[in-house]
């Protein structure tokens, strides 16, 4: 899809790979919908991008995301584009993981996601068809330590993406997962509970306009797994998705951002 003048929703869009991606998005002529909770720090972006609007959205709660259609269809229409990629981590062993926090990162690593695709879906019905990105995570693509919790929630993320491709296929719109690894972004300062395990085969974050860029690949081209590297590259799941991971995020211009051969990257998702 040609992102100039479509009307694109952005959650999470108050920071992060959010904020990045509403604004690559604008750059590219779009008429972005910010969504996220704190509204100061939507408006603020919202002026400086021509032509957006934002509207306080706690996506966990489905009056909240129905209201965002509404103002959305009020604003300018419809929608062509969603990007659903509110968020949060969850990074404790399998064995010190509290079902509440599970619960709580599943509601709004899933749940939430499910329910903003089925309100946005009459838009884009109406309209002939569309795009919905769902950020996902590297994390999907094999087991690490400590991210137990944290990966399932997005691997069923995945599970519902897949499916809604193929269900909504019909319906002239195609549905994509992009793969982020760690981001620099407050992602990791709001964590659900746990932390961040570094050492010295860290990956050097990458910035969130990586991400954005990713999201904008899926967009125009309509790719069903697209990792975050640079560029963007299409994978496959199962190992060819794992071997993209040990190799894709190597740019291709300057030296690699992390060295693998000193233990496999410590990798995350949204922000």
């Not at 934002?54 to 709660?61: F, I, P």
């Not at 071997?243 to 000193?262: C, I, N, Q």
Request: glycine letters at 10%.
């Amino acid at each position: 899809m040609d992102v100039d003048g479509a009307v694109c929703i952005v959650t999470g869009a108050s920071s992060g790979i959010g904020a990045a991606t509403a604004r690559l998005l604008s750059t590219r002529g779009a008429k972005v919908v910010l969504a996220a909770r704190r509204i100061d720090r939507l408006e603020a972006l919202a002026a400086q991008l021509p032509g957006s609007i934002a509207v306080q959205t706690d996506v966990t709660k489905a009056a909240e995301v129905d209201r965002l259609m509404t103002r959305t269809r009020e604003a300018f229409g419809t929608v062509n584009v969603v990007v659903n990629n509110a968020g949060q981590g969850l990074h404790v062993p399998l064995d010190e993981l509290k079902a509440d926090d599970l619960r709580a990162v599943f509601e709004l690593n899933v749940v939430a996601p499910l329910v903003v695709m089925q309100a946005a879906l009459p838009m884009l019905r109406s309209s002939g068809g569309g795009v919905i990105v769902n950020v996902s995570s590297a994390t999907t693509l094999q087991a690490f330590p400590g991210l137990g919790g944290y990966s399932s929630t997005k691997a069923a993320l995945n599970m519902l993406s897949r499916t809604a491709r193929m269900e909504w296929t019909g319906a002239g719109i195609t549905v994509s997962s992009v793969y982020p690894s760690v981001t620099a972004s407050e992602f990791h300062e709001k964590l659900r509970a746990g932390h961040l395990v570094t050492g010295p085969w860290s990956p050097v974050p990458d910035p969130p306009e990586l991400v954005a860029v990713a999201i904008l690949f899926a967009v125009q081209h309509g790719d069903e797994h697209v990792l975050v590297a640079d560029p963007p590259r299409s994978i496959q799941l199962g190992a060819e998705g794992a071997s993209a991971l040990r190799t894709g995020r190597e740019p291709t211009h300057e030296a690699p951002r992390g060295d693998s051969s000193k233990g496999p990257p410590q990798l995350d998702g949204p922000s």
